[in-house]
Nanobody, 125 residues
Framework: QVQLVESGGGLVQAGGSLRLSCAAS????????MGWFRQAPGKEREFVAA????????DYASSVKGRFTISRDNAKNTVYLQMNSLKPEDTAVYLC??????????????????WGQGTQVTVSS
């Protein structure tokens, strides 16, 4: 099975930057598509970004495109989310997730089999 641990969250002022990390266990990390999701109080979990196993394909929610960048270092079994120009509406618990299989339906949370516990990101105005 896959275990995921997020880190890098914290409190930042609007316009600032944070980089989140997701460390994965296992020996088959490259076979997994990886995604970042977020959940704010009173709202459903929403898709943020995804990346294919090789890192050759990426996808972003329209709300973060141009501000966030997803990447992965397969040698370190780690996925990153670089967040720039942060806004108060970005405040949420950010979770990483792993999806085995081909690169499709990456925005659907139900497609992911493994989830981390999440890391809190708070953006002040």
């Amino acid at each position: 099975q896959v275990q995921l641990v997020e880190s890098g969250g914290g409190l930042v002022q609007a316009g600032g930057s944070l980089r989140l990390s997701c460390a994965a266990s296992g020996r088959t990390f490259t076979s997994y598509n990886m995604g970042w999701f977020r959940q704010a109080p009173g709202k459903e979990r929403e898709f943020v970004a995804a990346i294919s196993g090789s890192g050759s394909m990426t996808d972003y929610a329209s709300s973060v495109k141009g501000r966030f960048t997803i990447s992965r270092d397969n040698a370190k079994n780690t996925v990153y989310l670089q967040m720039n120009s942060l806004k108060p509406e970005d405040t949420a618990v950010y979770l990483c997730a792993a999806k085995n299989g081909i690169y499709y339906s990456l925005a659907q949370s139900a497609r992911y089999a493994y989830w981390g516990q999440g890391t809190q990101v708070t953006v002040s105005s």
